[in-house]
């Protein structure tokens, strides 16, 4: 059963009421919006909800078991309030929606309704539409350990161990050149191997993407210098002398771990189980098929 404060019920329980919706939007970065479908700004939580480029809520099906509600909100696309680049930058991604109600001549008298996450934003018209997942969404994610042969762990993570905070596992560097949307040209490296830094992250330090941190697929080398590709757009949110530090990566692969790392005690997979094909393959002098590990 909701608990509702007895000021607020005994408001909801007259003739007439003076309610209004507000959402409270908490990026993953701990930047928090408010916004409200009332003519004035409210404050709730601390946070004042403004009305002008205020959102525009759908209704939400409640449903038995643990099926995942879905609801969406309406909003229009303004600099001062949600912007098209932060959208596209995924500044929004995976935020927290927070569905209150709020007696309008008394803030202070609020209830929150819900809890949502924003899954998929369509942008059309000058008006962006925000799915919003209950929390039920939780279920759908893998839990516990995968039985393959790469390692489940993230580099530098707790259960990987590996300390990123050496100056042999990160390096700060500057773009050089946009090549196109997803590599850039960055000066700086030189001190490192050719693909030391693959599959590794790139933290943005200034820029339009400052704060954000993108998954790092390349590190190539030529004559003009090292070439980072990037698994998701950028080039068209970043410009030459942008700042960005560099974290090496890792291929999840038990050489690499034990050759680049020395972190083979810490290995998160299991390198010794056969492929998919081992069961098809014919005997031959020279393989291990007698119960030898098939990895060394």
């Not at 539409?129 to 995968?146: F, I, M, Y």
């Not at 943005?204 to 070439?227: P, Q, S």
Request: with cysteine; aromatic share 8%.
């Amino acid at each position: 059963m909701r608990d509702i404060p007895e000021a607020f019920a005994a408001h909801l329980a007259q003739g007439e009421t003076t309610t209004a919706k507000c959402w409270l939007v908490r990026r993953t970065d701990g930047v928090v919006l408010g916004f409200t479908d009332h003519d004035w700004p409210l404050m709730v939580e601390e946070t004042q909800c403004h009305p002008a480029y205020g959102l525009d809520g759908g209704e939400v099906p409640s449903r038995l078991g643990l099926q995942v509600e879905t609801g969406e909100v309406l909003g229009v696309l303004d600099s001062a309030a949600i912007a098209e680049d932060d959208i596209l930058l995924g500044r929004y991604d995976a935020a927290k929606v927070e569905t209150w109600l709020v007696n309008w001549t008394e803030p202070s008298q609020c209830l929150r309704l819900r809890v949502d996450i924003i899954g998929e934003i369509v942008r059309e018209d000058g008006v962006f539409r925000a799915e919003l997942r209950s929390p039920q969404q939780a279920l759908n994610v893998t839990r516990g350990r995968l039985f393959q042969g790469l390692c489940d762990a993230t580099v530098g993570d707790a259960r990987c161990g590996v300390d990123l905070e050496t100056a042999r596992h990160r390096a700060d560097t500057v773009v050089a050149e946009v090549i196109d949307d997803f590599q850039i040209r960055v000066s700086g490296l030189g001190g490192f191997e050719e693909n030391w830094f693959a599959f590794g992250m790139a933290q943005w330090n200034d820029g339009k993407r400052i704060g954000l941190r993108d998954a790092v697929l390349t590190h190539r080398r030529d004559a003009a210098g090292d070439m980072i590709g990037f698994r998701d757009r950028v080039g068209a949110w970043c410009g030459v002398g942008d700042a960005l530090t560099m974290t090496v990566g890792c291929d999840r692969r038990f050489a690499t771990c034990k050759a680049k790392f020395a972190n083979a005690a810490n290995f998160r997979g299991f390198p010794h189980i056969p492929g998919s094909d081992y069961v098809l393959r014919h005997p031959r002098a020279g393989y291990a098929m007698d119960g030898r590990p098939v990895v060394p």
